[in-house]
Nanobody, 121 residues
Framework: QVQLVESGGGLVQAGGSLRLSCVAS????????MDWYRQAPGKEREAVAS???????TYADSVKGRFTISRDNAKNTVYLQMNSLKVEDTAVYSC???????????????WGQGTQVTVSS
């Protein structure tokens, strides 16, 4: 069974930093694009950052220059380094991976369970 598990969330003061991790496990043939999303209370889920299998990255305007997405293909892990955190970054952060299981003929989207990030003023 293929799954994604996030970690690294927590409570931090404004201006601080956190690093989120998302590990893919299971019988995986390949991992394509991986993304971080977030959802704040009362708001729709929004894309934060994405990274292709080749390492190309994109960011939401709200996090450009503060967040960095990276991946370690050997560890099937994607990271989100979050610096200069703001109160408005408070949300549940989830990762999504476009992955092809060994038993499948095409890739599918998989989601992690999410990790809470709370930024206090």
């Amino acid at each position: 069974q293929v799954q994604l598990v996030e970690s690294g969330g927590g409570l931090v003061q404004a201006g601080g930093s956190l690093r989120l991790s998302c590990v893919a496990s299971g019988r995986i043939f390949s991992i394509n694009q991986m993304d971080w999303y977030r959802q704040a209370p009362g708001k729709e889920r929004e894309a934060v950052a994405s990274i292709t299998s080749g390492g190309s990255t994109t960011y939401a305007d709200s996090v450009k220059g503060r967040f960095t997405i990276s991946r370690d293909n050997a560890k099937n892990t994607v990271y989100l380094q979050m610096n200069s955190l703001k109160v408005e970054d408070t949300a549940v952060y989830s990762c999504k991976g476009l992955m092809r299981p060994i038993v499948a003929t095409r890739p599918y989207d998989y989601w992690g369970q999410g990790t809470q990030v709370t930024v206090s003023s």
